[in-house]
DNA sequence: CATGAATGAGTATTCATTCAT
DNA sequence: AATGAATGAATACTCATTCAT
């Protein structure tokens, strides 16, 4: 009847409701929170039995991963949307910023989500084995960018990169958790930042070359 | 830790058995976070009966603002052992470094719990009435100093205060966060912090270049 | 009693668990009064976990309504057992007596679960809604029944409908409070009251004098 | 210093400290019903601590007999205060319905205590053992009061004395319980209950000999 | 007599999970 | 795949009662 021949038709109803699940479980875990997260609200606002719930994820466990998982594929795939392998290290750094506003105002409910986990991963390691690399390849993108524009003299020759992923990393989660995330807050945030790191003796600075 | 004299363990007078609860609780969310906190488990840390838990701190909201106190009274206690009134804007800013330094050195307890408090503060806001004072509060300080240090020319004259006192903030917090507390970690967080803000122009910079 | 076909005691529809819960709670409200009806108690009459018991009735409340409803449906099914709108005034009120007489002497249990509501009913208006619309029809039925025999004339002239309701439902509560409820005392009761109510001149009336 | 040489100085103090304890607890449980009685509740309302509330009542069984004789004392010397020896039968039976009305109308606190107490009493052989013996002596001058009526053709010939009790104290009872307690509905009630026993072809009636 | 502190035995309710269909 | 019913283990909180002072 609907067996329509295309390539993932066996797994996709499946994947659909996983999809589903890990959907309404980020909503849930926006407005309640982790602690405040109830199979029975996921069930009902994905709109199946609770046992059915069960069945496509075995346990609550399963069902944080599969969170950490949903947020990993997003943050992956919004990163590759945008090619920087041609751009200079400021402007590299740049559109880390700019990456970083669209998550914050207009998705915040994803940066929320991370913050939960990451305080959660805290004590519980499966979700750390989930979460954490996550964090890791941010935070060593920027590590990397920082110490590029050391080298070439466009970042603060003083600067040290580690220290400054941990502070721009900080700031950024700090921002998301901050009861007043507007945009205007964040452009000055950022600008602060980014003037922070920057090398005043640069020939960059003001005129390029 | 636990092992108050334990011959005469009953009888105590109630502001000290308040004291060893909101210690156990705050060892607790250290170990198992907000949500893992359990009447039990605090009752029986301060080798009490849960019932008589119950007595000295009649709900679980009244604990947690039990713990919020706690916090409060710590973090006041060490700032007025510190006389600053006569110090300038650098070497204030430099002791709220050292401060912290020996919160999240020393006590790293402390700042986990405060986090943790702040985390549940957005969703309860009896949580929040307890322990946003005391961010507000600290990060108050922060915004007068770093003002105070613009207009007297001891830091960059294009300095956001407010965003500043949301990187700082964040920072210490990211730092109390992060798995690896090391002095020297905090030590170069420190420093660069510090640096960023100083105006490279004051006469009270060290010689540049 | 509660010996309900062992073998299956699973997988009951809701409405024959429900069925049985409230026919559980009756019993145990009898054996200890409403203040002294524990769930668990319940459960353990009915055969199933206490958990269970939530899951079918979620809250005592909603168990005490269950209960008030389970009378009205009783109360209301054997009123309309009997037709009587073809009957004169005395056939029906003679009627209400041998409804009654039903009621209190072959299941007893039902008009004690209905006093003991009726006392909680005055401290908690939620058993008040679910209990004192039953109160008050039974009564409406009286007043109703005695006015139109009053002015018919079968009932006496000078008599005051509402007192007489009150007099009538009252002696019926006491009956049923009372220890000795034996088919003869009801019987004198009965007899004594439908004596007081009748028409000493009513050509209905047998010989006098 | 203050050994005032007066005849009760030894128990004065603890036997008003009981009165204080049973004058609370029967307010406490007009408000809240005998399930809802809380020792802490009256031994606050008297202004003492608990363990002083148990010093002078030991257990809440005690506390409940307590109430059970403060009622029995207050009925009893209600009683005394009106000799009625002298009286003729109708007189002694209005004066029944008047100091009723003075219960019902003017302290319809005890009333009810009374009636919590013979609900518990059905359950509880002690608080019967108390308040038992109260209910049987007001229904027994009734029915002394009914049979000399009969016998002195005062009452109906035909009048049952043992049904008329029941009939009577069920109404008074059932009119205490009631929500609308006026002394207009007082009033007919008690008015029909006497016009329903009197003797209607006694002399007495109109006119007296 | 009085009290602050302590406690054992409850008490309703919650929740992830399981199971028969 | 889906579901209604069932459940064990917890969980915060209550209350009459006791005890040392």
Known sequence: MNQIASIERRRAPTDDRRAAIAEAARALIVEKGVEGLRTRDIAERVGINVATL?????????????VAESLQTQFRDQHVTRPRRHLDVAERMALEFIDFREVALERPQAMLVF??????????????????????????TLVELLREGVDSGVFRPDLDPDAWATIIVSSMVGFCRSPHKDADTYTRLAAELQRAIRNPNSANAPAKD
């Open 54 to 66: 069960h069945y496509h994820v075995p346990t609550k466990e399963a069902l944080i991963e599969l």
């Open 115 to 140: 913050s939960e986990l990451m305080e959660r991963a805290r004590r519980d390691e499966r979700i750390a084995a989930a979460i954490l690399p996550l964090k890791r390849r941010w935070r060593q």
